[in-house]
């Protein structure tokens, strides 16, 4: 059975930063199949890399200004993930893309085979607050069963 890993990201305390940690609470209620490891990034994208470990199927899950309407879920495979999103949303330190680039050229056995980002539009980035907006807040549930149809194949 191949391993997974899903990397929740965000900032809990600015505001739309904040919905992967929101995503990554959702999952804690979900029973997840054996072999998959949730674990959640508050700020850093580069301490993506320290969470690696061979698995087969990486899901990164974030937030994402990608230019469509507050609340979007979007799911993109590696290939589909702009190159935009090489610079970070917010505060992470580095993009999604530039850390798996930079961890195929450091650790290229620890990088999946298949990766994965459920990002959800986000509205709000600049506000220090631990509330979602609320098309953010309402997108939640749809980014938890993308996610879960990820698993599922």
């Known amino acids: 059975m191949p391993k997974t890993l899903i990397v929740c990201l965000g900032n809990a305390l600015a505001a ?3 919905a ?4 990554y609470t959702a999952l804690e209620g979900v029973p997840l199949r054996d072999r998959v490891r ?8 580069i301490d993506l890399l320290d969470e690696l470990g061979g698995e087969d199927l990486l899901i990164v899950v974030d937030a994402v ?5 507050a609340g ?13 999103h090489l610079r970070p949303v917010s505060g ?3 993009g999604i893309r530039e850390a798996i680039e930079v961890g195929r050229k450091l650790y290229p056995e620890r990088i999946p085979r298949e990766i994965f980002l459920v990002g959800i539009e986000g509205k709000c980035f600049d506000q220090l607050t631990e509330s979602l907006t609320r098309e953010v807040a309402e997108a939640i549930p749809s980014a938890v069963q993308s996610v879960v149809s990820l698993l599922e194949g």
């Open 92 to 94: 992470h330190g580095i």
């Open 20 to 23: 992967g940690h929101a995503v």
């Open 65 to 69: 200004q990608l230019g469509a309407v």
């Open 16 to 18: 739309d930063d904040g």
């Open 38 to 45: 949730l674990c959640f990034i508050g700020l850093g994208g």
């Open 72 to 84: 979007t879920v979007h799911v993109l495979s590696w290939e589909q993930l702009p190159i935009q």
